[in-house]
């Protein structure tokens, strides 16, 4: 369970924005070290990736990207009236985030993909852990916590998502209709991170809290690598 307080003496909000901040880029390292042990990564960065590959990853992702606005409305109604800013910034993330699977699904008709194949699909055991604990935790109250699979999330859209677009393009020769969602997360996401850096320095944000955003920000990062490693499980 998940609470804070919106009182925060002045004085302390610095220090504890910094400190949660540099916890958070520890967490981001080790993130980026599952991430170096992905095999369909490593097969994109070493130019060997096929098109079945870009297929199966974006099969894998819109299963689970389907669930990203459900579990975000979980929280925004989980957030009392004295975090009303972080369930305003809830509510308007949902709203941003509810069409996106459908760039996927865009984008796999694009590359050849079955349509109906991709929806009637099922989320890897990856997929099911990430999905699974993100409801939970969006069902807890004040669940503040969730800043940290923020950090995760849209920080892989601000920081990866173009340069792999890029790199399928560049190896598969694809078209920007065919990679359009890892295109557009890079601003949109870019976005979503200024967000929580302004939530970060904003004074909401106590000790308990940013101990909460952390270790959120760890299982998401270790349940995120997971389903990248599990594509056909």
């Known amino acids: ?8 003496p002045a004085d302390a909000v610095p220090a ?10 520890e967490v981001w390292t080790e993130l980026e070290e599952h991430l170096s042990r992905v095999p369909l990564l490593n097969r994109l960065a070493d130019g060997t990736v096929t ?5 199966r990853l974006l099969f894998n992702l819109r ?3 389907v669930d990203g606005s459900p579990w975000i409305s979980r929280a925004a109604s989980s957030f009392d009236i004295e975090h009303f800013e972080l369930r305003a910034a809830a509510i308007r993330h949902a709203e941003e985030e509810h069409r996106d699977y459908l760039m996927i699904e865009r984008d ?10 991709l929806r009637s699909g099922r989320k890897n055991v990856g997929s099911e852990a990430l999905s699974g604990y993100m409801f939970h935790y969006a069902g807890q109250p004040n669940p503040v916590g969730l800043l940290g699979a923020m950090f995760i999330i849209e920080g892989l859209g601000a920081r990866r998502a ?47 809290a940013a101990d909460d955003i952390v270790r959120c920000a760890q ?7 997971l389903q990248l490693e599990e594509l056909d499980r």
Do not use: C, P
């Open 1 to 8: 369970m998940t609470t804070t307080s919106t009182t925060v």
């Open 16 to 25: 504890a924005a910094a400190t949660v901040s540099d916890r958070l880029a």
């Open 51 to 55: 098109l079945e590959d870009y297929k």
């Open 63 to 65: 299963q689970q990207v």
């Open 108 to 117: 796999y008709v694009a590359i050849g993909g079955s349509l109906a194949e």
């Open 162 to 208: 173009a340069g792999w677009a890029a790199r399928f393009q560049e190896v598969l020769g694809l078209a920007d209709n065919q990679v359009h969602f890892m295109q557009y997360h890079q601003q949109a996401d870019s976005a979503h991170t200024g967000d929580l850096d302004a939530i970060l320095t904003s004074g909401m944000i106590d000790d308990a």
């Open 219 to 225: 299982v998401v990062a270790r349940l995120y690598a």
